[in-house]
């Protein structure tokens, strides 16, 4: 069944609704029971919280309701993914804390994800909302991108001369002990140089949802992840946002400039391609020609 404009509207609010309030939970709450996922790559992957299960209910609350009545599969980060979005024509993907060391730590970096896919692994409905900022942002495929309620365009151009511009390279924390920092580092600093550029600022302070929100609202900018085999994030880190940036005409690829598939087949890990969020695709192309 395809979902109409009408349809994508009302569950785009009741995702927004989800968002809001297990975010608001969140901000006013801090994590008492910290557990650690067996089988996980990272620590980022491992760690757990009762919040994110309280964050989970709460979303689930409001969209539980929507699997029977449009035939929806469903896929969250803290439940065994049962296959069923093999088969629905569309699925929720839930992440009820990305960012959850941020958090942890009492420091920004978190934050609410809900994307509604396609079977194709195509994001129709792009939910995020910062507990810190108190900002809700969401899309929906083809309709255009809104923050707050109110239609959004965020600039994607630097407004300032280039020679006081930095380029922003946002990614997790686990780039600062890879063993392909100094490699990457000398490769990004050589692209601001050809931009025109001060230099290159490296934040590695969030999880990868604010990672890829932060690409929009510090241009020049992006957020890389090289291919590896094993671990890098799951579909929940990259739809919403996914979403988001095709709306707003931003850049979100692996690599090699083909679209995420964000309903993969054999794994839910995402990283096999790398991951690749620009400001523009003139940044995005000079990142595939040296990484891809």
Known sequence: MKLNDSELTDLARLAVD???????????????????????????????????RRSEAIILDTLQPTL?????????????DDGGRFSADYFWCIDPIDGTLPFIEGTPGYAVSIALIRRDGVPTIGVVYDPVEETVTYAIANSGAYQNGRPWTPQLTNQTSNSATVLSLFTDRSFLSSERRAEVTQEMEAIADAMGLAGLKIDASSGGVVN??????????CYVKLPK?????????????????SEVGAVATD????????????STLMCHRGILYASNEDLAQRLRAKFG
């Open 229 to 245: 085999r094993n671990g890098g994030g799951s579909l929940w880190d990259y739809a919403a946002t996914t979403c988001i940036f």
């Open 18 to 52: 989800a968002a809001t309030a297990a975010g608001q939970m969140i901000a006013r709450t801090r994590p008492s029971e910290i557990d650690y996922k067996a089988g996980a790559t990272s620590l980022a992957s491992q760690v757990v919280t009762e919040v994110d």
């Open 255 to 266: 690599l090699y400039g083909e679209r995420f598939d964000l309903n993969r087949t054999d």
């Open 212 to 221: 890829a929100c932060k690409v929009l609202a510090n241009p020049p900018a």
């Open 68 to 80: 029977g009545r449009f035939n929806l599969g469903l896929l969250t980060e803290e439940q065994p």
